[in-house]
């Protein structure tokens, strides 16, 4: 990725950066201190919600939800196959059943009207964990979703890893759980702002805050007054699940506050850049761009454009080759999750139900976008990939 001129993500590092992590680095604490705190709380109020807590990943962030979810074997854990897989393997370590709905192809997002059908039958068992993805940034309608709702013991966990900063129609930002139980993001050098790795959840009910922080620390108490057994003294903790250790760390949390203060200046840049590629390729045969709903910001994370290849009588790996040898970075986002092996075991192949996604998949293409990428650059790429895509095609 870092030999290209122009990988399809890459983190912004500045002086300020620098010296945050320096200053934590020389802080008495190198984990567990003011920094992850602080920056839980501007997250939390960015984002209007009660609680956040800080994580090593956005895949621990996830696991954590889910954990406090209590995701068990009895449990259907709904969400799109257009995704990476850490939106659901945390729910199905704990034994929860994968299902996959379709996706809309105008924002990539799943069909919340199909994700309905499945929401009519009450479980017999146990609950569904419905995990919408805000895929490229753009929101999932979480209020025509919350309205399928039947089962008042759904749970809904957000995988905001590429939202952070997007609103939803009714202006409050994805973060807020104002239409679920946690939201979470990820904090990995391609998103919006980076920690190295890392991520957070938000939540507004302080019986699943309480979990998220037990699951982050071994399952561990430190408080007296809920202490089950007996023993007192400055010494004494209890554990009450097993779970493993999973805090993002000072240095970590320093360098998240940095970009984090300057969150919005990356979403206004990168709008501004996925306007002037909407700019460049609109009118494409053959080529067409999300159409997110009237009313949603989106804070975009991914650029991505749907090329009818077969069409065009040209490969998308032979197109994403010809842009490698210019130096500019592709990727597809992403495999839907059901043609993983994983997923395939014991299943006979499924693709015939995700037409829709299958479409998508067929035509999906994500070019460059960062904060350090320029409106000129993104004419280069897009005339280059305009030159690319064309010379395939027939005279
Ligand atoms: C949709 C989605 N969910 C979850 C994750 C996991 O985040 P992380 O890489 O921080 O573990 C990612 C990261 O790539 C993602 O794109």
Redesign the pocket.
Known sequence: MSQLKYPYAKQSINDLDEKAVLEALKSPALTRGDFASSFEREVADFCGARFAVSFN??????SAAFFAAEASPYDRVLTTPN??V??LSGACQKGAAPVFIDIDRKSGNIDVEKLSYNLQTLSTRGKNIIVP?H?AGIPVDMQLLESHIKDLNTVVIE?A??AIGSKYKDGTRVGSCDYSHIT?F???P??TITTA???MCTTNDESLYQKLLYYRNNGIEREPALFKEEERGPWVYEVNYLTGNYFMNELQAALGRSQFSRIEGFISKRKELVKRYRENLSGVEHLTFFEPEEGVDVAWHLFVCQIDFAALQKERAQVMEELRELGIGTQV?YIPLYRHPFFRKGARDIREYFPETEMYYRQALTLPLYYDLTVGEVDEISSALLNVIRSGKPT
């Open positions: 990943s956005g895949s621990t962030a996830l995704t990476f850490a939106t993805v895929f995988d890893a590429h979470c990820s904090f990995h391609a998103k790795e890392g991520g986002h």
